[in-house]
């Protein structure tokens, strides 16, 4: 296939429609229960008709410079935002012209769960490992993660 994976350099990481520098990034989703008991199957057949969600986990980890105002301000007034996530390879789709092969992640709604100071590297540089707790965006988005994908298959 000529088409290349994902590489570090096609992560994109915006924040409240600003793209920011993240030094790295962990999108986490350790719980994703489904309900699959009998409110899960039609009356009078066996066969699960839809599977409702049940629980779910998510969880973001961002490291980040701090050598900017902005990302300290936003800590300090730990308010809502929305987190975008974007790998883009740049390679356009033929098929789909403009399109490129992206994944997207949008977090309609996060706020931080980290309250402690930066870290100051060995170099003088501050950073600080960010744990950022996605939320149900009831208003807007009605969700609380999204994904969307453009690629040319078209069956699996």
Not at 139 to 148: C, E, L, T, Y
Request: glycine share 6%; hydrophobic share 35%.
């Amino acid at each position: 296939s000529p088409t290349r994976p994902f590489l570090p350099q096609d992560v994109t990481v915006s924040i409240d429609g600003a793209n920011e520098d993240i030094i790295s990034l962990e999108l986490i989703c350790p719980e994703n229960e489904l309900q699959n008991d009998s409110d899960a199957r039609s009356l009078g057949s066996k066969t699960l008709a839809v599977l409702p969600p049940k629980d779910r986990t998510l969880g973001l980890t961002l490291t980040q410079r701090y050598d900017t105002t902005t990302a300290w301000n936003r800590q300090r007034d730990a308010s809502a935002m929305a987190i975008i996530i974007t790998m883009d390879t740049g390679l356009t789709i033929t098929a789909l012209a403009p399109f490129t092969y992206k994944l997207q992640c949008d977090l309609p709604k996060v706020f931080y769960d980290t309250g402690g100071p930066p870290d100051v590297s060995d170099s003088g540089i501050l950073t600080h490992e960010l744990s950022i707790i996605p939320v149900l965006d009831t208003i807007n988005a009605g969700k609380d993660i999204v994904f969307s994908l453009w690629n040319t298959t078209t069956s699996y």
